[in-house]
């Protein structure tokens, strides 16, 4: 079974960055599209950014956009969600995603099968 493993999670100051990695333990799994989730407490989850498997494509939330990059690297079926001028209400449990069967970037949940644990990120005022 995929393991994804998210990790660079913590608490930070409004305005500050932050940045998130996402890898996949398991070697003879190649991830294809993949995503960043979260959900704020009492909130439902929200997408937040994608990634198409060669990494041309890239899906941002409006709220997100201009500010949040994403990139990946296949070689170490990695991923990293940079984020910049973080806001309070940005603190959330972020979850990683991988899809086993889409290789472009999509926004909706209902195309990854993988989801890591989810780190906590904290953004304070």
């Known amino acids: 079974q995929v393991q994804l493993l998210e990790s660079g999670g913590g608490g930070v100051q409004a305005g500050d960055s932050l940045r998130l990695s996402c890898a996949a333990s398991?070697?003879?799994?190649?991830?294809?599209?993949m995503a960043w989730f979260r959900q704020a407490p009492g909130k439902e989850i929200e997408s937040v950014a994608a990634i198409s498997f060669m990494g041309a494509n890239k899906y941002f939330a409006d709220s997100v956009k201009g500010r949040f990059t994403i990139s990946r690297d296949n070689d170490k079926k990695t991923m990293v969600l940079q984020m910049n001028s973080e806001k309070p209400h940005e603190t959330a449990i972020y979850y990683c995603?991988?899809?086993?069967?889409?290789?472009?970037?999509?926004?909706?949940?209902?195309?990854?099968?993988?989801w890591g644990q989810g780190i906590q990120v904290t953004v304070s005022s």
């Open positions: 995603a991988t899809s086993r069967t889409t290789l472009s970037a999509s926004g909706s949940s209902r195309g990854y099968a993988s």
């Open positions: 398991e070697r003879s799994f190649t991830p294809l599209a």
